[in-house]
């Protein structure tokens, strides 16, 4: 795998979780989530920004060509 492929793999990944903490805490209405309490709006903002971690990642996979060896 070519490192842009890796660094979309882990930015995904880590918007996944972040997605996941933040509906936690939109549904729950306000979670506490490893000592760090997030109310709605909170997790909305948090959702955003695990959105944009998630599509970047998604969009670096897609755009790097695979190399055939």
């Not at 930015?11 to 997030?38: D, E, K, P, R």
């Amino acid at each position: 795998m070519d490192l842009k492929q890796v660094f979309g793999t882990i930015l995904t990944l880590l918007g996944i979780v972040i997605l996941l903490v933040a509906v936690m805490a939109i549904i729950g209405g306000g979670a506490n989530f490893m000592g760090i309490s997030l109310g709605i709006w909170q997790g909305a903002v948090v959702a955003l920004l695990g959105l944009v971690f998630f599509l970047t990642g998604i969009g670096l996979i897609k755009r790097t060509p695979s190399k055939p060896r």
